[in-house]
């Protein structure tokens, strides 16, 4: 069966530091991957999104960026963190071919102060 | 553009009330797909089910029940005799029909409502 991990599950960062979340899946091939926030209002913002290694597509532009390295592996980074930056993390994945469910990781919660 | 409303914030009944969550997407896609996701308090997101434009057929499952319109584009979701693990944020989400091998261009992109913060109390 596929599992998803995601870490830390929980950071606290100064702002103007760097940001390194990383999220593996197991179980699977080639799968796309996601990127959400989900700010303190619940909606969940797509960030980044894969469909394979080195291939990131942007949705919005922000102060964060996205890689993939590895097949399963997908890495969200960022050189210098905001206030605005804090949130729900959550990382998901789905099969290739699109249009089925994505399925999501325990998510990272990050406070930048 | 897709867009998915889901209109109540909050919603608050006691233990063994029936409830229904709504959900209602804009879309201009003839083939799509529709999901409901619930997250509890631990916060990772679980779903539920997922219904495509062509299958407009109820289903049933256990307490949890789904209505799909296409007539009126909703997506609706109902707990008969709730209980306290129910509670948690339901979110309705809206997936375009995905990538290049399913004739899209969006790589199965999930559009989320705001989702609907329901409490069960005891």
């Known amino acids: 069966s596929q599992t998803i991990h995601q870490w830390p599950a929980t950071l606290v960062q100064p702002v103007g530091s760097p940001l390194s979340l990383e999220c593996t899946v197991e179980?699977?091939?080639?799968?796309?991957l996601y990127w959400y926030r989900q700010a303190a209002g619940r909606g969940l913002q797509l960030l980044f999104y894969?469909?394979?290694?080195?291939?990131i597509s942007s949705e919005v532009p922000q102060n964060l960026s996205a890689s993939r390295p590895q097949d399963r592996q997908f890495i969200l980074s960022s050189k210098k963190l905001l206030l605005s930056d804090s949130g729900f993390y959550l990382c998901?994945?789905?099969?290739?071919?699109?249009?089925?469910?994505?399925?999501f990781g325990p998510g990272t919660r990050l406070t930048v102060l | 553009a897709q867009k998915v409303t889901q209109a109540q914030t909050e919603i608050s009944v006691v233990e063994k009330e029936d409830v229904t969550l709504d959900c209602v997407y804009e879309?201009?896609?003839?083939?799509?797909?529709l999901f409901w996701y619930k997250q509890p308090p631990s916060g990772e997101l679980v779903f539920l089910i997922r219904?495509?434009?062509?299958?407009?057929q109820n289903e049933i499952s256990g307490r949890y029940s789904w209505n799909f319109q296409k007539s009126t584009s909703s997506f609706n979701f109902t707990i008969t005799a709730s209980q306290v693990v129910d509670s948690a944020v339901y979110f309705c989400?809206?997936?375009?029909?995905?990538?290049?091998?399913?004739?899209?261009?969006?790589?199965?992109?999930?559009?989320f409502g705001q989702g609907t913060i329901l409490t069960v109390h005891p």
């Open positions: 989400a809206l997936s375009e029909a995905g990538g290049p091998m399913a004739g899209g261009t969006s790589y199965g992109k999930l559009t």
């Open positions: 879309t201009r896609d003839t083939t799509y797909y």
């Open positions: 998901a994945w789905s099969p290739l071919v699109g249009g089925v469910e994505q399925f």
């Open positions: 179980g699977t091939s080639n799968p796309n």
């Open positions: 894969s469909v394979g290694i080195g291939q």
């Open positions: 219904r495509n434009s062509f299958d407009e």
